[in-house]
C-alpha cells in the first residue's frame, strides 16, 4: 500500500484565527486552552476531515502534543494526529525553526504539503531543494484555511497519484 502524502498543519493562524476585525468576527467560536482564548474557525474542522482522505495530517505546531489535547473534540476530528517535537529551537526569532523537525519525520523524499501562516524565504529554498515533491500553502491568519487552500492541497494530491504508485 501506497503511503499518502503528508499534510502539516500549523495551527495559529491556519486553525485558531487571529487579526481580525473583532466588530465583526469570522464565523467560529472562541476555546479555552491552558486558560488563554483561541477564536477557532467553524469551518477549519470540516476542510481538515476532507484532506484526510487524500493526506496524513500531522501537527505541525508550537502546540507541539497540546493540540491533541484540544483540537480534535473542537474540530470534531475523529482521532488525535502525530505532531512534530521542536524541542527548544521553537519561536519566531529563528524564522526556520520547523524546518529540522519536518526533514526528521518526513525523510528527504515522501510528498508532503505544508499549510501555515508563517511560511518565510528560508522555507520557500528548502522547498526548493527538497528532493521529494513539497508544496507550501500560505494562509491569512484572520481568515486561516479556505475553501480554496483545501481545492489547491486535493488538486496537488490528485497530482501525486502517478508519483507515488
Known amino acids: 500500500m501506497t503511503a499518502k502524502p503528508l499534510l502539516l498543519v500549523d495551527v495559529d493562524g ?3 484565527l487571529f487579526g481580525f476585525d473583532h466588530a465583526r468576527p469570522p464565523a467560529g467560536s472562541y476555546e479555552m486552552v491552558d486558560g488563554i482564548a483561541h477564536f477557532l474557525s467553524a469551518t477549519a474542522g470540516e476542510h481538515l476531515r476532507t ?5 496524513e495530517l500531522v501537527w505541525c505546531t508550537g502546540w507541539e502534543e497540546k493540540a491533541n489535547d ?5 474540530l470534531g476530528l475523529p482521532a488525535p494526529l502525530p505532531y512534530l517535537s521542536f524541542g527548544q529551537a521553537v519561536g519566531r526569532a529563528n ?3 520547523k524546518l529540522a523537525a519536518i526533514d526528521a519525520y518526513a525523510g528527504p523524499d515522501r510528498p508532503l504539503a505544508w499549510i501555515d501562516d508563517a511560511l518565510v524565504p528560508e522555507c520557500a529554498a528548502w522547498a526548493a531543494a ?3 515533491p513539497t508544496l507550501l500553502v ?7 484555511i479556505t475553501a480554496a487552500h483545501v481545492e489547491r492541497l486535493r488538486a496537488w494530491a490528485g497530482s501525486l497519484h ?3 504508485d
Do not use: K, M, N
Not at 51 to 55: A, H, I, N, R, T
Not at 70 to 74: I, N
Not at 138 to 144: E, K
Open 14 to 16: 491556519v486553525i485558531s
Open 51 to 55: 484532506l484526510s482522505s487524500e493526506f
Open 70 to 74: 484540544y483540537l480534535p473534540r473542537a
Open 95 to 97: 524564522t526556520h525553526w
Open 130 to 132: 527538497r528532493p521529494g
Open 138 to 144: 500560505h494562509t491569512d491568519p484572520p481568515v486561516g
Open 162 to 164: 502517478g508519483q507515488l
